[in-house]
């Protein structure tokens, strides 16, 4: 059985990020060096590498520490995600109750969508998807929704990105040309369908959430081929999540789409 070690320095900068969270103000080098009882030689490499990955900034004239911009944007992000998956969550759970499957919400990290919450049924039949799943974006309905409203810039960086990898540049085209060509029809239909390019036997649809900052969410909904055919997903299903969508986006303060 492998034994893991305690990462002291690790501890040590989590405890000075966490003491200057709770205080909400700026200290010196001798002020953090007392607070976590610990050298100022360690506490001051400490410092100057937290400062360099934009988790402390220092100010040069009155020689302080306080909280960067990473861990400010963290802290935003994790209160827009647990706002997200509470205004969600009704949206979710009536769409799920009305067509007996489960319905899902996902969000964009890098270059893949990930499950952050989920209604459940309790249908054998149900596919199971677990909250934390990582998914693909190019070859998934949630995926699509989501690459097919961001800006240009954002959308060809992620683009280059996935690429890299010989079987994904081969699914896309060259320069993404032939996911290009699906991220319109997405926008005309204001839905985004998955049939079995992901999982074979298994189809799903799905929208884009928008918020103040951009979109970086879905709902998708994704059941077996044998359940439910293209056609239904897109007459029967797809306006309703659109609908649900849209007023999930309003509720986050997006007033962009109607």
Not at 84 to 105: F, H, M, T
Not at 131 to 139: A, D
Not at 144 to 158: H, S
Not at 206 to 231: D, H, K, Q, R, W
Request: with cysteine.
């Amino acid at each position: 059985m492998t034994r893991w070690k305690f990462v002291n320095s690790l501890s040590l900068g989590l405890l000075i990020l966490e003491k200057l969270t709770v205080a909400k103000s700026s200290f010196s080098l001798s002020e953090i060096s007392k607070i976590v009882d610990a050298p100022k030689t360690t506490i001051f490499r400490l410092l100057k590498t937290l400062c360099e990955l934009d988790y402390l900034k220092y100010d040069i004239q009155n020689r302080k520490y306080s909280l960067g911009v990473k861990v400010i944007f963290l802290d935003h992000l994790f209160l827009q995600n647990l706002e997200i998956r509470e205004i969600a969550r009704p949206y979710l759970e009536r769409l799920s109750q009305e067509w007996d499957k489960g319905v899902n919400l996902l969000m964009l990290d890098k270059v893949e969508m990930v499950y952050v919450d989920r209604a459940k049924v309790h249908n054998i039949r149900d596919l199971n998807v677990n909250v934390g799943r990582r998914i693909s974006l190019h070859n998934t309905a949630a995926g699509r929704a989501v690459l097919a409203y961001l800006d240009k810039e954002k959308l060809l960086k992620i683009i280059s990105e996935i690429e890299k990898d010989p079987k994904i540049s081969l699914q896309i085209g060259k320069n993404g040309n032939k996911l290009l060509r699906v991220l319109h029809e997405v926008r005309a239909n204001g839905f985004a369908i998955c049939d079995e390019e992901h999982t074979r036997g298994v189809r799903a649809i799905a929208v884009p959430i928008f918020t103040p900052e951009g979109v970086n969410y879905a709902i998708n909904m994704v059941v077996a081929s044998e359940l439910v055919s293209i056609g239904e997903l897109r007459k029967e299903y797809g306006p309703n999540l659109i609908k649900a969508g849209n007023e999930v986006s309003k509720a986050m303060g997006y007033y962009g789409r109607t």
